[in-house]
DNA sequence: AGGAAGCTAGTAAGCGCTTTCATGCTTCGT
DNA sequence: ACGAAGCATGAAAGCGCTTACTAGCTTCCT
């Protein structure tokens, strides 16, 4: 008869603090103190603990500690894709500022994805995440921005904090904080650079129309064009995605209309480097016949020939605020500081080769 | 009489299993049933159930359910820095894959630091995360390695699993996964390509003499050269650092030393990268003067002038191989497949712009 | 009709920690 | 020398879930 008993498998598993304090022939109670040092212990106690762990190999369990009130000390981050050098310095700044509090970072990218923005919210507050930094601009929709303040409050009234980081605020009842960079001016300042230059007639190449992010940077270009004296030509305005094909593709397509214009303002860098790839082609040389501006200056700007002239954001700047906001913690700890709720981190334009005086 | 009484700030503390129950008039087990979907519920009790959890915003605590036996359905990647195309390809690999298996992904960046990696590898075990995945080459050394190996098995016997990505194993006795790239094979194959255009002379340049991954591109660019006949030159080889300066420094150095060559194989891209930015300054044509090689084929070779011929590595398959890998899963979510603990992707090279034939 | 099956739901025992409260000592002050 | 004070430690009550195990009802078969 073959013997058909269960025969435990001997998993391994891992020790307790249950075992250490039986190894150290003490209290549980006394293994925490130890471990957390935060209650006196005797030093012949401690080192017989301290012996029982590394002997043991043991490894506090985070969850049971979540779960026994201390807190999970976690930030999450959502992103569209970690790709993208734009997220990725954030991230960065996130990750670099959240292990500096003692926290881990949970990277979560949605992939362009509404529901998975949602949905990863929800996960990371199960998580119990202490802040949850939301990422990027966010379009028009008011049942989304509703859900979006939901899961605000949710997190609020369970302690943690949603921090909305270069996006608008949801309004002052909405429980969050927000760390924003200045869209408006900076796209004022570049248009500015490029009339300065004799320039009359600029393309506003990119960028959904209803993301807040092209909002506020077609704001600032029409300011400036205000400001100047220049008309606003709606002919000249070409919004769309925010990719290296759509300014390849639409500024080929301009090149065959024969549309007039000496300069060309892209919604971001990739855009631009599409449309001097496009220019190129053409045979229109860069910044001789067409001066080319981007915005966020992200690497693709110093590998583009001629490099190029755009709007910097320090966005790893912009990822340690947003964590010193949703942890509340000051620049050094200083957790005294009075509750702040939102920061605004100032951009700059940095001049390369792209654009020339018109002649 | 000033009252000083402690006014309890009515924190609006989230609504655990146990109010959702009572408010559902049910008993918290049922609760759970309806939540996982693991056991047979009535239709209407469901519904009761799920407006319960509806009208309070229940989220549930995933620390309680990671305690109570659930698994914590998180997989940690360890990388160098997310800024790194090389690394954030792989993590974006990761975090598909982990998506798709529907874990959490923890982001953790080393910065270069071996002490923090054996930190953050800790803090995922901490975590309970299912699978922690180390990505890069490693450095040479023993008590390094004695290190990863002991948490190895601290992970192994809490049901979790090290998977090495990208890196060697560390003994057949050490429970971990791995999932290699071909880099001995591929920098056999693109020595070979410089070698059949012609070339003889050729320079390999960047990487760290203890890098895993230098050791092995070097052996393939030498067993190349023993290959062809060609003599293996010790003048030519001139490792360092792997970024672009040292890149940019070194070809200056050379070249102001008049060392004699006609190709160059840059230890990666970004090496490469600024090679050739030595190169043009010092008015050296690329490829007719010299030809310029790279590796990893991350986007900045497509952004050079001329566009660089490299050897690509599947980089998001190289995360995804190590999430199946480390959750122990097939391509289809096939749980049955014999258990795999190793896996290698092939390497390609992709011939651009930057090799000319020697005249 | 009577009991075996088959369902649904509740009870309660943990999971591995933190922390409050209680306890037994040692050390002082007077 | 005796009670007060101070320390170091232990006992035990949760934290919010999951999941045997148990129990009450229907069905259904013989």
Redesign the interface.
Known sequence: MIDSEEVPVT????ATMADVAKRAGVSSATVSRVINGNYPVSAVTRQRVERAIAEL?Y?????????AGAT?R?VGIIIN???D?FY??I??GV??EA?RHGR??????T?GSHEKELALI???????ADAVILVGGAYEDRAYAAQVA?RA??L????STLVLCGRPSLGDDVPTRVVEYDNEGGAFAITDHLITQGHRKIVFLGGPPSLSTTVARLAGHRRALAFRGLPYDKGLIHLGQLNRRFGYDRIRALLADKLDFTALFCANDTVAAGAMQGLELAGVPVPEAVSVVGYDDV??AQ???PQLTTVRIPLEELGRQAVRLGLDVGDDDDYLSPVQTMAKVGTSIVVRASVAPLS
Do not use: F, K, W
């Not at 490894?59 to 779960?67: I, M």
């Not at 881990?104 to 990218?109: A, G, K, R, S, Y």
């Open positions: 998993e391994p598993s891992l190999g490894v506090a369990n985070a969850h049971a500690r979540a779960l999970n976690t894709d970690v790709i050098p990725a310095y991230a960065r990750e670099r292990t881990l970072c949970m990277v979560c990218c992939h929800d996960l990371l507050h199960e998580q119990r939901r409050r949710a609020h009234a369970s302690g690497p693709i590998e583009l020939r």
